[in-house]
């Protein structure tokens, strides 16, 4: 294992670096690397997939697949404030983490399962808060900080006051997932419903962690 730097990319340096990201994030969660675990059965078909010749239930990429990350990095890399960090060894990278700054969008938590949180609620309408969409690292080189050193290097250029992560319940809730977040200060903020996210489960858990501002 080689000594690891970390640097970001512009959004036109995401997108050269798209196919590469792609199969990070495959191999982050790769059964192979996890096992066959909650995690792994997080993405069901969802209500308007298209259907496979002779199956009567609708087919739709699971949400982990690379087809999937590469539509999703497409789309949040046109974001303003979009900002990627990666973790890179010998030239190739092998971990990413980046988000964006999130809309001040009333309707942003339409779905969240009772009262708002007004924190979450003000920032949000002024602008002031930054979803992180992605943190990965791949399982060779897990357990040498690297995924704290992407964390809080993503964070510390966001320029928000409060940092916001939507999760699976069955991401959220994965040990070493779980364990991350907790000392790298992520506090639980609710659960979010989602239109059509039939396959992450019924509702998204929501965590906040404030940033120094």
Do not use: K
Not at 26 to 47: F, L
Not at 144 to 171: F, N, T, W
Not at 196 to 207: H, K, M, N, T
Request: glycine share 10%; with cysteine; charged share 25%.
């Amino acid at each position: 294992m080689g000594d690891v730097f970390l640097r970001r990319l512009s959004r036109w340096q995401a997108d050269q670096y798209r196919d590469q990201l792609a199969d990070l994030h495959v191999a982050a969660y790769d059964r192979a690397a996890h096992g066959v675990t909650a995690r792994d059965a997080a993405a069901p078909a969802e209500p308007h997939g298209r259907g496979r010749p002779g199956h009567e239930e609708p087919y739709v990429e699971p949400f982990h697949s690379r087809s999937r990350f590469r539509e999703r990095l497409a789309e949040h890399s046109a974001r303003p404030g979009f900002d990627l960090v990666i973790a890179d060894s010998g030239g190739r990278p092998v971990g990413c983490a980046y988000g964006y700054p999130l809309p001040r969008d009333s309707a942003r938590w339409h779905g969240f399962a009772g009262p708002v949180p007004g924190q979450l609620a003000e920032l949000t309408a002024a602008g002031r808060v930054f979803a992180v969409a992605e943190l990965v690292v791949t399982p060779q080189e897990r357990r040498r900080g690297i995924g704290q050193r992407l964390h809080d290097r993503l964070l510390s250029g966001s320029g928000a006051a409060l940092a916001v992560l939507l999760l699976s319940p069955a991401d959220a809730h994965a040990a070493a997932a779980e364990a991350a977040r907790r000392s790298w200060g992520w506090q639980p903020a609710g659960r979010l419903r989602l239109p059509a996210a039939g396959d992450v489960g019924d509702a998204l858990e929501v965590f906040v962690r404030p940033l120094r501002r």
